[in-house]
Nanobody, 121 residues
Framework: QVQLVESGGGLVQPGGSLRLSCAASGSFFSINDMGWYRQAPGKQRELVAIIATGGMTNYADSVKGRFTISRDKVKNTVYLQMSSLKPEDTAVYYC???????????????WGQGTQVTVSS
């Protein structure tokens, strides 16, 4: 099993920046894709950004040019650098990972507990 622990959320003014981190720990053979999703009140959870094991990235149109996803394979950590934040970026941000388990190499996916990001003046 893999545990995902997020950090870095908080309150920031419009136009400001925040950096989210998500560290994966536990027993696994390898971690494949890692990504960030968000869920605003009354809305469905949506993809923000995802990074594949080879480094390929994909972003939601709403965050392109403002957010950057990166990962440290040694630390099994994924980051989300958020800049030029807008009030509409306010949401709970969830880390997601896809991994192969250590024994039978079966693909699994899991979520972190979420971290609140509030953009407000």
């Amino acid at each position: 099993q893999v545990q995902l622990v997020e950090s870095g959320g908080g309150l920031v003014q419009p136009g400001g920046s925040l950096r989210l981190s998500c560290a994966a720990s536990g027993s696994f053979f390898s971690i494949n894709d890692m990504g960030w999703y968000r869920q605003a009140p009354g809305k469905q959870r949506e993809l923000v950004a995802i990074i594949a094991t080879g480094g390929m990235t994909n972003y939601a149109d709403s965050v392109k040019g403002r957010f950057t996803i990166s990962r440290d394979k040694v630390k099994n950590t994924v980051y989300l650098q958020m800049s030029s934040l807008k009030p509409e970026d306010t949401a709970v941000y969830y880390c997601n990972a896809v991994w192969l388990d250590a024994i039978v190499r079966r693909k699994n996916t899991g979520w972190g507990q979420g971290t609140q990001v509030t953009v407000s003046s």
